[in-house]
Each structure stands twice: as C-alpha cells, then as structure tokens.
C-alpha cells in the first residue's frame, strides 16, 4: 500500500510536469510551423492544459477501468467549482469577466446538458462519445470566428503563449515528444497506484476516480486559479475553471466510450452527475442571479466550499 501511494504522489507529480513540457513544446512546434497565435491558443493551449486527464482517461480505460475515467471527469468538474472556486474565493472575491459571462458559461451548461445526454440511459457508448466530441468541435468551431470577428479580444490562452520561450523547432519538438513520453508514463503510473490503493482500502476504482484523483488532476488549476488572484487578475480565474470543466465533459467524458462500451451504476446519474450539475448551476445564479455584480464573493466561496466537503462525506457515507 506504502508503494502505491508513493507512486501515486509521484505520478500526480510528474504529470503536471510533463504536461507542462508538452504543451511548452507542442506551442513552440506549432508557433514555428507557421501556425497563428489565435489557433495555437484555441487548440494547442487549450487542450494540452487538458492533457493530463485525457491521458488518465485513456489509460485507464484501456486497463479495463473505464470507470476511474468517469470519476475522473466529473469528480474533476466537482472539484473545480466547489474546491478550487471554493477556496479561491475566500481569499480574494472573483469577479466573472465578460467573455465568461456572455458565452463560456453557456456553452458549459450546454455541455453539462450533452453530459446528461450520455449518462441517462446508465450507458457510455461510442455514440455518446460522438455526441460529445462534436459539441468540442462546434465549440472550437464558433471560438475561432469568434476571434476572427473580434481579434482584439485575446484570452488567457493567448495570453500564456507570451510565456513560451523562442526557442528552435527542434528544441520544442524535443519537448513535445519528451512532455507526451512522461505524460504516458506517468498516466500508467497513476493508473496502477490508484486501482492499487482502492483495492487496499476496499472501494471501487470510480470512487477513487470521483476524489483522490479528481483532487490530483485539479491541483494545477487550484495553483494557477489562487496565482492568479493574489497576483490580481482575477477575473481569468473563472474562466480557467470553466474552460477546464468544458473539455472534462466533452473531451475527457468521451474517451471512455471511444474504447469500451461501460455500464454506469445509477449513483453516477442522481449522486456525481446531480452534484456536478447542482455546482455548476449555483455558478450560474452567482454570476447572474445574485446581487448587482456579476462576482463569486468570499460567502458564496464558502458554500461552494462546504458544497464540495459535504459531497465528500456523501461518498464516505455511501461506501
């Protein structure tokens, strides 16, 4: 047990690391390939930040556990909104900012909605998993007009690419292949300490998928979202959150059902998808339901808080 969780540490580590890379590296490649900045941010940024747990989803999916993936993917969404918000919110109240106000929270009730679609009938299919994937081309689609029609509305993705270094294409290449390399390996890795560790603890690999590495694959974003705050820009805050939990429902979701068909219990529709849902809707009222501005303060921060801590003893109570 001592060595799974160690190894579970150490996965969770070297996959923020390699995610890093491979997104550095990807950006890079594709910036000196002649590719614009608004498509690199669009595609390369976006998804690469995703990349840890699409990687999670397909090795685990792969290994005959479908079901961590799905934890995975909405646990993720769980821990985004109460934990990450959450605590984020207390420490410095987070406004919304107007693109997240006027297209990314709807698009990601419509992906919530499209995650309904899937889960419904307790089943994941390879057409659910269609399903979802076209919903992340539209969106992709409608984004790239979008900033065709207002280039001057550049996001944080576009923002980050300011970061990368100018180095060669042979450099960043480099680290496209080395970052996707320990990605893999430290998806294995991860993987195997966690069905390793329910095993040991005697619960099932989709409760270990909706907490400890939902939790894990959501430290990133807890990190860059509190960063950000203190460092005043708190109003990409939210939308580093809420572009996240997009691409868990559409892309990570999906990944699932593109290798196996997998049978859900019914708690994942009423208990994780309900939670997800109940979360993502309290977001809504705060940004355009309560008070005259559109902000998560430090008391609703603490609800969405005491919202995540009080699902976490629903799944100790259940197990």
Do not use: C
Request: charge should be negative; proline fraction near 4%; aromatic fraction near 6%.
């Amino acid at each position: 047990m001592w060595l799974a969780v160690l190894s579970l540490i150490f996965g969770f580590v070297t996959l923020v690391w390699s995610a890093d890379r491979f997104v550095n590296g990807s950006a890079v490649t594709a910036k000196n390939l002649g590719m614009s900045k608004m498509l690199i941010g669009l595609t390369v940024v976006a998804l690469g930040t995703s990349a840890p747990e699409i990687l999670v989803a397909i090795t685990a999916s792969a290994s005959g556990k479908p079901l961590l993936a799905i934890g995975n993917a909405i646990g993720s969404n769980i821990a985004n909104i109460g934990l990450v918000l959450g605590v984020t919110a207390i420490i410095a109240p987070l406004p919304f900012a107007p693109a997240v106000l006027r297209s990314e929270l709807p698009w990601l009730m419509g992906a919530t909605l499209a995650a309904l679609i899937t889960l419904f009938d307790l089943n994941i299919g390879f057409w659910d998993s269609v399903i979802l994937l076209v919903g992340l081309a539209l969106i992709l689609a409608r984004l790239i007009r979008e900033q065709k029609k207002h280039p001057e509305l550049v996001d944080e993705s576009l923002a980050e690419l300011e970061e990368i270094p100018d180095v060669s294409t042979r450099v960043g290449f480099y680290w496209l292949v080395t970052g996707l390399l320990v990605l893999l390996g430290s998806a294995k890795i991860l993987v195997w300490a966690a069905v390793t560790v329910a095993g040991g603890l005697g619960v099932s690999e989709l409760i270990i998928g909706l907490t400890v590495v939902a939790v894990g694959t959501s430290l990133p974003e807890l990190a860059a979202t509190i960063t950000s705050a203190l460092k005043g820009h708190a109003d990409i805050a939210i939308g580093n959150v809420v572009g996240s939990n997009i691409l868990n429902i559409l892309a990570v979701l999906a990944v699932p059902g593109l290798i196996t068909t997998t049978e859900l219990p019914p708690s994942v529709l009423w208990r994780d998808y309900g939670m997800m849902l109940a979360l993502t809707l309290l977001l809504v009222l705060f940004a355009y339901g309560m008070g005259s501005r559109a902000m998560i303060t430090k008391f609703e921060g603490g609800v969405l808080l005491l919202s995540w801590l009080g699902y976490n003893m629903l799944l100790y109570h259940h197990h």
